[in-house]
């Protein structure tokens, strides 16, 4: 097996991102049914929003309809690179849980860059698992697009 450093560019575009979404969007699903949600993600920043270069704090929320409040499916600072001959953001390393809804793991979310970098598009077809019932609980990132703030 071969393998090869891969160099990161400098990001020079806004530095927060976010969607929001409605129940009717079927995007977020709490408890096998859908509700509303958001994912926001900030650049070169820490888990405490303190500015930190190469991370990215990444965060996700859904409605819980049972308490009535916003739950986490992840609130995370990962390292994130970004290519642009490729115009791709990579966020490495997000917790997440299992499809089982057991268990948690890890795993890399890729997002294409708009031209003008305003706007980033995940073109994977990955559910965003809860770290606590994932099996019920989950954000469909497939087509998601975060514009910047």
Partial sequence: ?????????????????????DKDSAIAIFGNEPTKGSVTIRLDSDFSGNEKQGYAKFKATVYDTV????????????VYTYDPATRTLLISQVLVGTADGRGTERI??????SDD?????????ILLRAISGGDRTYIKLNGLRLKSE
């Fill in 1 to 21: 097996m071969t393998y090869s450093a891969v160099s990161s560019g400098v990001w020079d575009g806004p530095s927060v991102f976010s969607a929001s979404f």
């Fill in 108 to 113: 890399d979310l890729r997002f294409g860059v």
């Fill in 67 to 78: 308490w009535f409040r916003d739950t986490d499916v992840t609130d995370e600072a990962c």
């Fill in 117 to 125: 970098k305003r706007e980033l598009t995940c073109g994977e077809d």
